[in-house]
């Protein structure tokens, strides 16, 4: 779909590349009419039951331990104002701007499903401030990933109302005043509307949609660097022969086999020598490790397929059915445990490509000049970003303790068992950029080492990746600073232009 198109909202379409379209190009969105019919329906039932006087949990009721207090009618805006306002108590550093619109973006899409019971003008408004650039500043840290995002969705919720803070051309502004600069009016909330905006899982399942996107580039590129340093070292392909991977069939292992082998067809500087019958696990494992990180990918990237399609706030409404059922969608747990497995899995894509640097510097492991630099000793080379690498990899492992194991009870413990999805989605976060740092110095550790080795003729998929990186880096002659080399091979990698490049001439698979 061209990012210039309208994406409209029906709260069952959306996918991961849409979410990438709207939160990262500023994709213009718009609510469906079918879907404009089933939120109108849902806001009839709601306002029938306020009507009645009927006792809903949410609607006529406080919140959370709350719920046994019933609101009178003419308390009822009253209350979801206080909801927002006091919820709002999330602190930390703001997220950017490309999670912000996914959080809104996910916000509206759930409302649109038609059982959230808001009025349309609710969702219209997240719509337009998306399309006009309305930005709510939104503090990383405060949810607990059951009940959803409370705190986190609160700020969004501010901003709807006139209050709060956002971004706007730049500017940090009140909520009422960047609503105003946006040609927007604030709304009063009534009845089920504040609780329909900041219950639900939008905050971790926008983090975790863009981290599955970050992971499909990145999981592209470990074959491509992993390939080039394989190449380098002189290294054996019998490994990804197709026979081994069918008599161990998983997925992943069979699919990042058949990459490498296109990576490196009609390269000639995998000499077999009669000695060598075997390489080492960072490379002979490659689809094994990779493999794995993929099938852990390909589990998470249908999780949040589900998620993002998904009415996760409560109670829930059936207009159909004349219904309002309480129950606990917003809990986070599904999210939380795919994304720590992918965090997992991430981590270690550094962790064996940090092995493969090692290799590629050590003059005892690879016959190549030491550090691969001329006039070792006079010149340190690669020694230093070796040290980052090993950094990266060990803060990883710091990161990679689940956080979906804890839980810590909250609101008088009626609200006894929590996710920590937010928690693990922040980490995963964390983990990606480490990764594609890890990955940026092995393709340059890898450039350097096939100017050094012995052969002429690239691989295909391997010698476009080179020609990518040396078209940003020079070969490193003597000692110079490393860190714009590792920042430009690093933004080639998470930009998706190594990848682009290379698959120009070999066409990749997660």
Request: glycine content about 8%; aromatic content about 4%; some cysteine.
């Amino acid at each position: 779909m061209d990012k210039n198109q309208v994406l409209v909202l029906d709260g069952d379409s959306l996918t991961i590349g849409c979410v990438v379209r709207v939160s990262r190009h500023r994709q213009p969105v718009t609510l469906a009419a079918a879907a404009l019919e089933r939120v109108q329906r849902a806001r009839d039932l709601v306002e029938r039951m306020v009507e009645q006087s009927r006792v809903v949990y949410g609607i006529t009721t406080g919140f959370g331990n709350f719920s046994h207090v019933v609101i009178s009618r003419d308390q009822a805006v009253e209350l979801q104002r206080n909801l927002v306002t006091s919820h709002a108590a999330a602190v930390g550093q703001p997220f950017g701007e490309d999670v912000v619109r996914a959080v809104m973006l996910l916000r509206a899409n759930a409302l649109a499903k038609g059982h959230s019971g808001v009025r349309p003008v609710v969702i219209q408004t997240l719509c337009e401030m998306l399309n006009r650039g309305v930005h709510p500043v939104i503090p990383a840290q405060g949810s607990l990933g059951a009940s959803g995002d409370l705190a986190p969705l609160s700020h969004l919720a501010l901003v709807l109302m006139g209050r709060g803070e956002a971004l706007f051309n730049g500017c940090m502004l009140t909520g009422e005043e960047a609503l105003a600069q946006a040609g927007l009016q604030p709304l009063e909330l009534k009845e089920k509307e504040g609780l329909a905006l900041i219950n639900g899982t939008q905050v971790m399942a926008a983090i975790g949609a863009l981290a599955v996107e970050d992971c499909r580039n990145l999981l592209k590129v470990a074959d491509i660097v992993g390939a080039m340093s394989l190449e380098a070292l002189g290294g054996l392909t019998d490994a990804f022969d197709p026979a081994i991977s069918r008599v161990r069939p998983h997925p992943g292992q069979a699919c990042t086999a058949q990459n490498l082998s296109l990576l490196v067809d009609g390269s000639d500087y995998l000499r077999r020598e009669p000695s060598r019958v075997q390489d080492a696990y960072s490379l002979r494992c490659m689809p094994q490790v990779h493999g794995a990180a993929k099938d852990a990918f390909n589990y998470t990237s249908r999780v949040m397929g589900i998620e993002i399609n998904a009415a996760t706030d409560n109670p829930l409404v059936f207009a159909e059915e004349e219904r309002v059922l309480s129950g606990g969608n917003f809990h986070g747990q599904p999210l939380a445990l795919a994304m720590d497995f992918l965090c997992m899995a991430m981590a270690e894509i550094a962790s064996i490509s940090e092995r493969r640097i090692e290799r590629l510097i050590n003059p005892a492991l690879n016959g190549l000049p030491a550090f691969l630099v001329k006039e070792g000793g006079l010149n340190s080379g690669f020694m230093i970003a070796q040290y980052t690498a090993a950094s990266l990899v060990s803060e990883n492992k710091v990161l990679s303790h689940p956080a979906c194991v804890d839980s810590i009870p909250s609101s008088a413990n009626q609200e006894d068992h929590v996710s920590m999805g937010a928690t693990s989605a922040r980490k995963l976060r964390q983990v990606i950029g480490n990764v594609a740092n890890v990955l940026a110095i092995e393709l340059l550790a890898a450039a350097q080492a096939l100017e050094f080795a012995p052969g002429s003729a690239k691989g295909r998929g391997t010698g476009a990746a080179y020609q990518a990186i040396r078209a940003l880096v020079p070969h490193l002659d003597q000692d110079r600073e490393l860190y714009p080399d590792i920042r430009q091979a690093a933004s080639l990698i998470i930009s998706g232009k190594l990848v682009q490049w290379v698959e120009e001439k070999v066409g990749l698979a997660v």
